[in-house]
């Protein structure tokens, strides 16, 4: 075995053909073991560490091949002895052609918040479905959780076709379902993949057991999909985490009068000589030099965490929005969002909060809550609060403008989170603009 499977925090998002993928399904539909598999299959696994798993597995009485593979991900102890996914866990792993990072979000209904974690960031959701059950309604809430987030790709994985009868009928049958299920949501029909995540059929290398299905194998499809929409070519966004202005503190006397806006650009590329715009205040200058770690830089783009020295000494702090001159989002104090409830309490209208959009919090109140999505019709229904793992319309009013952006526009703009200001837990994680419907 050769390549480690740790999380490997040299990863960037600018990497050249990388592909963020999160997992969902039900509990037990096999997420862990099917990550383990494509891990084990694609030669990503030490060969101490599948040693180590081999003999867990053994202890425990596995009969089946090789080891339970689920072990390679399901990192907690919690999760070991529940033999359920908790927590999000996130993995590294690479072919010749492509780069992934994999994130492994619990099946429970109780860890829906979880997955909404994983999936957000993801260029593609592997949603598996067990052969035997076909689609059921946490098949159905991922999915809609799916189409909310803007997920670009969606790929079912039928898991488990070596353990039913007519497996071609079963999954022409899931395919169906799936259809309906996507033109109800509005959005594209998944990529349909029937596999054994146990035994390895159709993961990495294509089954002898399943001689009717002509398509590709879960791998050779996430090798083919398209790249998420390059964020270097939207306009600039920085949000400012830090102003760096070490004064007499600096240990280099050149760098006394530094200062300079330190953050991650979430989309567009900057170059030095650009004329940028605080957003909300309109204030403008224009970028004198880009600094990325030690590094003085002519330019950088997204995904990359630099920092900017402007002309001008203008009044920006943490929390604040950089953006290319003339584009600016325009700052509401008023917006109407879809919420994914993710707290044990509800939330009603009257409910004071603090939004969090980017690195800057607001106190915020609940104006409305009018629509909830209905998992199991797949209808938008009335509703007058949002109770776990609702996904509802809201209306909040904010006491300070945002430049927040639509959602279907911009996911980094766009999304913000909803936080009880007295326990600092998060309620909601929240989508600008969007319909319930995708």
């Known amino acids: ?228 929409t390059a964020q270097g070519e939207r306009p600039l966004r920085l949000p400012v985490q830090l102003v760096i202005r070490p004064q007499h503190g600096a240990v280099d006397p050149s760098l006394v009068d530094y200062r300079a806006y330190a953050g991650l650009i979430s989309s567009g590329t900057v170059r030095v000589g650009d004329e940028v715009e605080v957003a909300a205040s309109g204030l403008r200058s224009r970028v004198t030099g880009i600094d990325v770690g030690p590094e003085a830089r002519q330019e950088a783009s997204a995904g990359e965490s630099v920092s900017l020295r402007l002309a001008d000494q203008l009044d920006i702090s943490r929390g604040d929005l950089l953006a290319a001159a003339g584009t600016a989002p325009q700052a509401r104090d008023e917006i109407q969002l879809v919420l994914a409830h993710l707290a044990e309490d509800p939330l009603r209208p009257g409910a004071r909060v603090l939004v969090k959009h980017g690195t800057r919090p607001v106190q915020a109140r609940v104006l409305e809550i009018d629509q909830r999505l209905d998992i199991e019709r797949l209808e938008v229904v009335p509703a007058e609060e949002a109770t776990l793992n609702d996904l509802v319309r809201a209306r909040l009013l904010l006491a300070e403008p945002l430049p927040v952006e639509d959602y279907a526009v911009d996911r980094d703009g766009g999304a913000l989170l909803v936080i009880d200001p007295a326990s600092g837990r998060t309620l909601d994680a929240g989508m600008v603009g969007s319909a319930l419907r995708a």
Not at 59 to 80: C, H, K, P, S
Not at 85 to 98: E, L, S
Request: glycine share 6%; proline share 4%.
């Open 1 to 228: 075995m050769t390549t480690n499977t740790a999380e490997r925090d040299t990863v960037t998002t600018s990497s050249p053909g990388l592909l963020r993928i999160a997992t969902a399904g039900s509990v037990d539909d096999g997420k862990s073991t099917l990550l383990g598999r494509l891990l084990h299959d694609t030669k990503s696994v030490f060969a101490d560490q599948l040693a180590a798993v081999e003999a867990v597995s053994r202890q425990r009485g596995w009969q089946g091949e090789l080891a339970d593979l689920a072990l390679l991900t399901d990192g907690l102890r919690a999760e070991r002895e529940q033999g359920i996914t908790i927590d999000v866990a996130h993995r590294y792993f690479a072919t010749p052609t492509r780069s992934f990072v994999l994130a492994d979000t619990p099946g429970h209904v109780q860890y829906t918040r979880n997955m909404v974690t994983g999936a957000s960031t993801a260029d593609v959701v592997v949603l598996l479905v067990d052969a035997r059950h076909g689609v059921v309604e946490q098949t159905r809430r991922h999915l809609a959780v799916t189409a909310l987030l803007r997920v670009p790709q969606v790929v079912v994985t039928v898991n488990k076709i070596d353990l039913v009868e007519d497996a071609e009928d079963v999954l022409a049958t899931i395919a169906g379902n799936l259809r309906d299920a996507a033109t109800a949501l509005g959005v594209d029909t998944p990529h349909v993949v029937p596999i054994s995540a146990l035994h390895g059929d159709n993961v990495v290398t294509r089954s002898e057991r399943t001689p009717w299905y002509d398509g590709p194998t879960l791998l050779e499809l996430l090798e083919s999909l398209p790249p998420r």
